[in-house]
């Protein structure tokens, strides 16, 4: 299964063949060393402005959902800090790899072919909560046989809160 994975970076924005890498990572509050994990995808983002960052919270802390839980059990996710690049994996290899892979695997899907050119336009209701959002998908080449998929993903870029379940506990300070 070949997946086009999309994101609301920003509303009414528009993406022309820009070759992006989503870099997905499933971390936890209770993960002692999820913190080198998150520090380690910062740098690679940095490294590689093509690379999309979005972390998905264990079952297990104040930050979890449903969504999370879903996507963890669906792609059978052994534990944190891991993540999928592209939600992809060299053939035989699991799709969820351990830090000292993401950087290669980002790697690898920067080679690969753009396939196609996204364009998004929409409106977002603040008062209402409501988005409205136009997928324009233009094929610059003939991409893969199977599945094409577009995904859209609303980030939350921060959370407020704190205590039991949100507090970072880890192997670096007490």
Same mark, same amino acid.
């Given at each position: ?24 990572? $499933? ?136 205590? $039991? ?6 192997? $670096?300070?007490?």
């Amino acid at each position: 299964m070949r997946l086009l994975t999309l994101l609301l970076l920003l509303l009414c924005s528009n993406i022309y063949a820009q070759k992006h890498v989503l870099l997905e990572k $499933y971390t936890s509050a209770f993960c002692g060393v999820c913190p080198v994990g998150h520090l380690e995808a910062e740098a690679l983002a940095e490294a590689y402005p093509e690379v999309i960052l979005a972390f998905h919270h264990s079952s297990v802390d104040g930050m979890a959902n449903e969504h999370s839980t879903e996507w963890k059990n669906f792609f059978a996710i052994p534990g944190a800090p891991m993540a999928m690049v592209d939600r992809t994996a060299p053939s035989g290899l699991p799709i969820s790899t351990q830090l000292s892979q993401w950087e290669a695997r980002i790697q690898e899907q920067l080679n690969q072919p753009e396939y196609v050119d996204i364009q998004l336009s929409g409106d977002y209701d603040g008062f209402n909560r409501e988005l409205a959002l136009d997928v324009d998908m233009y094929f610059n080449e003939t991409p893969p046989e199977g599945e094409l998929r577009v995904t859209l993903m609303v980030l939350e870029d921060s959370v407020i809160h704190a205590g $039991y379940g949100y507090d970072q506990d880890n192997y $670096y300070n007490e």
